[in-house]
Structure formats: structure tokens, C-alpha cells
């Protein structure tokens, strides 16, 4: 099974709301957490991390979540925009000693966002 | 801003042909990766690089894969003798230290014939 999963494959929201994309992990080793954004034929595009150390995360419009208890991240997007369209992928790091700080990827969430 | 480029964007080869898919990642960056991405699926890790020889690499990295520094600026994966399934995006990245952020190109886009 996939070490690194999205609840929702897919979520449509309007413009201006505010929108949640979640993540499970299954790496209670995993230290180090990035979301990023991949448009349409291009690259993923890193957005915010967040360390194991603490559990939330805030950058310009974007908060992330970390739950340990349960193995969860989420994605907060304030305010979304048309250009907030995206495929959203998590990925879970083991940066310790002996961690291979190799990014494992969930499968993504398409954020559609509806003018 | 600095950015990793990849060339080319799209490349269409024959089962058996042998590719090369170039990358140029940033200037000041010390480690770096390759990925693929087949349609509709996850982002699968291929092979680390660091100081001129492979740090990591994953089960899909057999002996047909390799990668190579051939100069100051270019970072390349070679695939010798191409498959139906490693029709893929191959992402490159790169990263400045051991425990920073990667940074992505845009893709190739391989397609196998």
C-alpha cells in the first residue's frame, strides 16, 4: 500500500473560499514534511515544510497542520484563487541519521477553484 | 530567480532506443535527483547524485539507467534500451545542501513507442 495517501482525490471550491487538503503518512520515522504544487505540464513547486518539532506552519496563505498522534498534514489555503489550481502532493522525509532525505510522495489532490 | 531546466520538454523514441535526457540544475547546488511521474500517478524517486557518483537509487534504477556529470553544468539520465512502460514526465531536481529543499525542472515528457 502507499506510504503517503490523500484523502481526496479531487476539490472544488470557489473563489475567495478557504480550502483543506489533507494527507495521511504511514512513516512514524518521517521527521520532514513538504507540500508541493504541481501545474498542469509542469514541475512540483514547493510550497511550505514543516519539521516533526512542531505542528503547525504558517506562510503567506498557506498554514500547514501536523497531527503525529494520528499521522496527519493538512494544506490550508486562505482566500483561494483561480491560480491556486493545482495538483497538491505531500511528501514525508526521514531526515535523521541513517534517513535517506529522499521525498516520499502522496498520489496528489487536483484543487479546482471555481471563479 | 535561479531555476532547473530540463531539455528536451517532449521526446518520442522507438522500444529499444536508447535516450538521454538532459538537465541543468542550479548553479550553486551540490545534490541532485531524478523522478518520474507516470500519468495519473505518484512522483517515484529514481537515483540521488552527489559528488560525482550516486548516493541513492530506487528498484525502478536497473542496469538500463544511468546518470551522468559530464561537465560543470549538466546532469543527465541515460536510458539504454527503452521500454513501453518508461513512458513517463522525468523530472530533474536539485538541492543546495544535504538537508534543504528541492527544486524541480518542468519535465520531459518520454513517450515509448
Known amino acids: 500500500g502507499e506510504s503517503v495517501g490523500l484523502h481526496l482525490p479531487t476539490l472544488s471550491v470557489q473563489e475567495g473560499d478557504n480550502s483543506i487538503i489533507n494527507c495521511a503518512y504511514s512513516n512514524s520515522a518521517s521527521d520532514y514534511f513538504i507540500w508541493y504544487k504541481q501545474e498542469s505540464g509542469k514541475g512540483p513547486q514547493f510550497i511550505i515544510d514543516i519539521r516533526s518539532n512542531m505542528d503547525k506552519r504558517q506562510g503567506q496563505r498557506v498554514t500547514v497542520l501536523l497531527n503525529k498522534t494520528v499521522k496527519h498534514l493538512s494544506l490550508q489555503i486562505a482566500a483561494t484563487q483561480p491560480g491556486d489550481s493545482a495538483v497538491y502532493f505531500c511528501?514525508?522525509?526521514?531526515?535523521?541519521?541513517?534517513?535517506?532525505?529522499?521525498?516520499?510522495f502522496g498520489r496528489g489532490t487536483s484543487l479546482i477553484v471555481h471563479p | 530567480e535561479p531555476e532547473v531546466t530540463q531539455t528536451p520538454s517532449h521526446q518520442v523514441t522507438q522500444m529499444g532506443q536508447e535516450v538521454i535526457l538532459r538537465c541543468v540544475p542550479i548553479s550553486n547546488h551540490l545534490y541532485f535527483y531524478w523522478y518520474r511521474q507516470i500519468l495519473g500517478q505518484k512522483v517515484e524517486f529514481l537515483v540521488s547524485?552527489?559528488?560525482?557518483?550516486?548516493?541513492?537509487k530506487s528498484e525502478i534504477f536497473d542496469d538500463q539507467f544511468s546518470v551522468e556529470r559530464p561537465d560543470g553544468s549538466n546532469f543527465t539520465l541515460k536510458i539504454r534500451s527503452t521500454k513501453l512502460e518508461d513512458s513517463a514526465m522525468y523530472f530533474c531536481a536539485s538541492m543546495v545542501e544535504g538537508r534543504g529543499t528541492q527544486y524541480f525542472g518542468p519535465g520531459t515528457r518520454l513517450l515509448v513507442l
Open positions: 511528501a514525508e522525509i526521514l531526515s535523521s541519521s541513517g534517513g535517506s532525505y529522499i521525498p516520499t
Open positions: 547524485f552527489y559528488n560525482n557518483e550516486i548516493s541513492e
